[in-house]
């Protein structure tokens, strides 16, 4: 929401918010798995070294885009060095939504007891509000309505199994 032109303020001030819930999220996930398993601590400190190496290759890609950019751009697709191309923050949130998507799709029989209402609400309605804001954007942004119409499909269908095993 913040590096897009326009900015986006509401946009930026629910991602803003959704880190600050995942991070408590994963706060209750530790402090859980602390309480319950025996070998919790070497499970958390080998997550914990995977999780910094990714952060600082994260870090270290952003810190050094510019300069790849300008020595690939030349040499390769236009796409490259298009003000929509990957050194820039356009094709990343399809990117990570797909994983979001592939998650939920990898598991299209988990058990209902395992799904929450709350969470699969949450990215039914994501789903079907971005599906329809990539086709109101200028230039309509395909790859973002695409990717939120599989989170809608496949969020609403675990959803679906909870109210029916729950509800009805």
């Known amino acids: ?6 900015r986006n303020y509401i946009l930026c001030a629910s991602h803003v918010f959704n880190v600050f819930a995942q991070t408590n999220q994963l706060r209750r996930c530790l402090e859980f798995k602390l309480m319950n398993e025996p070998n919790a601590q070497a499970e958390i400190t080998d997550l914990a070294t995977k999780a910094a190496i990714g952060g600082a290759v994260v870090v270290t890609a952003i810190l050094t885009s510019g300069r790849v950019q300008a020595l690939v751009a030349p040499y390769g697709p236009a796409y490259l060095s298009s003000p929509a191309g990957p050194f820039t923050i356009h094709p990343w949130p399809p990117a990570s939504k797909l994983l979001i998507s592939g998650t939920s799709l990898m598991e299209l029989d988990r058990p209902t007891e395992k799904i929450s209402f709350s969470q699969y609400s949450a990215l039914t309605f994501t789903g079907a509000i971005f599906s329809l804001y990539g086709l ?5 942004n395909y790859p973002l309505t695409a990717v939120n119409v599989l989170l809608f499909a496949s969020s609403a269908w675990h959803l679906g199994r909870k109210v029916k095993a729950d509800y009805l």
């Open 1 to 6: 929401g913040w590096a897009v032109s326009p």
């Open 136 to 140: 109101a954007v200028t230039p309509i």
